[in-house]
């Protein structure tokens, strides 16, 4: 036999389905402008004979749990006709729109193509990377460089300096350092060494704890940005430490958050964040994430090789990548002696200088520069014409040396070497000037 407590779910069910149906009659009942305490009664007539037809599970079993009475049961589904009532309110839309068609402003202007052309151009904060205003997102895995990168770019929007060939224009700047906190006191010790100058008035740093899930944190902190800066929020699990990033729901909070301080301070914020475990599938997280972007700048590292790349641009070129380099600067010492350091990001040219040296032609050059190169080695420098610290040989010591070298006839070597070495010359791998050569 069931027992009363499995009767009271199936009971706790039906009526669940009773009530849906109730909603549902109840809709069209307004729809059909019935009355409703008339039509409560031929739904509550409907149901017995329901019942009757179709005898409850419970009532099978022999067990009777606590039932509503008529005029109960009455009065729960006039709440049910209540509830279905807000829900078809649509249904006046037609109404609404005839009222919103007779205002002198409509909400909504459409724009055709001369509007459209006559539109202010698309301003950008870092041309053809960040946009003026929005939301941006620049990430990549741990100890790819992403922090010094975002600081190194945030100076240069500061200081209004082009950025890897990137036209900037000045803004104020907000960077909340909630990562690393005790380190950004020598990462701007040595952007000043490395640069030779101090950091830029229009860069200012915060360094308290920051929630973008707080409402008061967002509040206090767009209390403070300048009008028209960009914030920077290093990093985004930092500023959501409690939230799951990879639920919509979480996600989504967080992105509200992010918008809504973008949209009080008018502002770009860019979220500095961690790529998954899989980082060739980008952010980490809810792909939300990246959908909401306006500007996405991934960084990559495979060893000591680093590059970031606009990975979105909606209204830009992406996959445009640029290589650079962490170099290491000396700040001090400590007591015991050890070096304090921190790094500075410089531009890696090493591949476009392997893509444009200048190699010998012909097999000649190519036995004179290789006879040639241990000299260098053992050098001076400081000669007349050459560049400084560049080891220069004498020019006849270079003609003796590579003739010596060479394969031809003996009265023809001198010759060939002296050919050689202008030709090296003139294709720019070596320099001469005054009887002394040197590697360009």
Request: charged content about 25%; hydrophobic content about 40%; overall charge neutral.
């Amino acid at each position: 036999m069931m027992t009363e407590r499995e009767a009271r779910k199936i009971a706790e069910r039906a009526f669940r389905r009773a009530y849906s149906q109730a909603a549902y009659r109840a809709s069209q009942a307004q729809v059909q402008g019935k009355d409703l305490r008339k039509w409560a009664d031929e739904c509550l007539e409907w149901r017995s004979a329901y019942d009757t037809k179709h005898p409850p599970k419970w009532a099978a079993a022999g067990c009777f749990p606590p039932c509503p009475d008529l005029e109960a049961r009455r009065a729960q589904i006039a709440d049910l006709v209540s509830s279905a009532s807000a829900k078809f309110e649509p249904l006046d839309f037609p109404d609404q729109v005839e009222q919103a068609r007779a205002s002198n402003e409509p909400r909504y202007k459409l724009l055709g193509g001369n509007e459209l052309r006559n539109l202010p151009p698309l301003a950008w904060r870092v041309r053809g990377v960040l946009p003026a205003v929005g939301l941006a997102a620049l990430y990549g895995p741990s100890a790819s460089g992403k922090s010094f990168l975002a600081f190194d770019m945030a100076a240069a929007i500061a200081e209004g300096q082009d950025w890897f060939g990137c036209r900037v224009e000045a803004a104020p700047v907000v960077y909340a350092a909630l990562e690393g906190e005790a380190g950004f006191k020598l990462r701007a010790q040595a952007w000043e060494t490395s640069r030779g100058r101090t950091l830029p008035d229009g860069l200012r740093m915060m360094l308290q704890s920051f929630k973008l899930t707080e409402a008061q944190d967002v509040i206090d902190l767009a209390a403070v940005v300048p009008p028209g800066a960009i914030v920077f929020v290093d990093t985004l699990n930092r500023a959501a430490p409690t939230s799951d990033e990879n639920s919509s729901r979480d996600m989504g909070e967080i992105l509200e958050a992010a918008k809504r301080l973008q949209a009080v301070t008018g502002c770009l914020v860019v979220l500095i964040h961690h790529t998954g475990k899989d980082s060739t599938r980008g952010l980490r997280g809810h792909s939300s994430l990246f959908a909401a972007m306006d500007a996405a700048i991934e960084v990559s590292r495979d060893g000591d090789r680093r590059e970031w790349k606009v990975a979105k641009s909606k209204d830009g070129k992406d996959g445009i990548a640029h290589q650079f380099k962490l170099q290491v600067e000396t700040l001090g010492a400590e007591e015991t002696g050890e070096a304090i350091t921190s790094c500075v990001v410089l531009c890696d040219t090493a591949n476009q200088d392997v893509r444009t040296v200048k190699l010998p032609q012909g097999g000649n050059q190519r036995v004179i520069l290789d006879a040639l190169r241990p000299m260098f080695s053992a050098g001076e420098t400081g000669k007349p014409g050459a560049p400084p610290f560049h080891p220069c040989i004498e020019l006849e010591a270079a003609i003796s040396a590579g003739a010596a070298r060479l394969t031809c006839a003996t009265d023809r070597r001198a010759t060939r070497t002296r050919e050689a070495i202008t030709g090296l010359v003139a294709r720019g791998v070596m320099g001469c000037s005054d009887g002394w050569l040197w590697l360009a």
